[in-house]
């Protein structure tokens, strides 16, 4: 299946549910025998980094546990410039869309404000209507 059908697939179902099925299957203690090549195989599907995980893949005791893994210390250097953005995990942005009234795009069915997000309104108002 493609990564797109996949993707278009996954906007049919419940976020919330399908986020906790997901998140009980990766964190399950399955055997060894099963969990080592899983982890190599997400790693590799996805283009992970794995010289950069604080642990050996070896060491990882579940899938869920290799994907929120700590890294090494300096593995990703953090943009401190003023005016920009980082994101505190690696990942894609699967939508995106223009800011109205300062309401940022959903997430698994949860609304966030760009108020909140800054804590701080005057600041918030300065993104009204950008992407």
Do not use: C
């Amino acid at each position: 299946m493609s990564d797109k059908l996949f993707i278009s697939a996954l906007r049919l179902l419940p976020k919330n549910t399908w986020s906790r099925v997901v998140g009980s299957i990766a964190h399950a203690r399955l055997p060894k025998v099963i969990t080592a090549p899983s982890i190599r195989w997400f790693a590799k599907r996805y283009g992970i980094a794995v010289q950069d995980a604080e642990l050996p893949l070896s060491e990882y005791r579940t899938v869920g546990h290799f994907f929120t893994r700590k890294l090494k210390p300096g593995a990703r250097v953090i943009d401190r410039r003023p005016g920009f953005a980082v994101s505190p995990a690696d990942g894609q942005v699967l939508n995106s869309g223009r800011l109205i009234h300062r309401q940022l795009i959903q997430v698994k069915g949860r609304h966030f404000s760009a108020d909140a997000l800054l804590k701080d309104t005057e600041k918030a108002k300065a993104f009204e209507g950008g992407a």
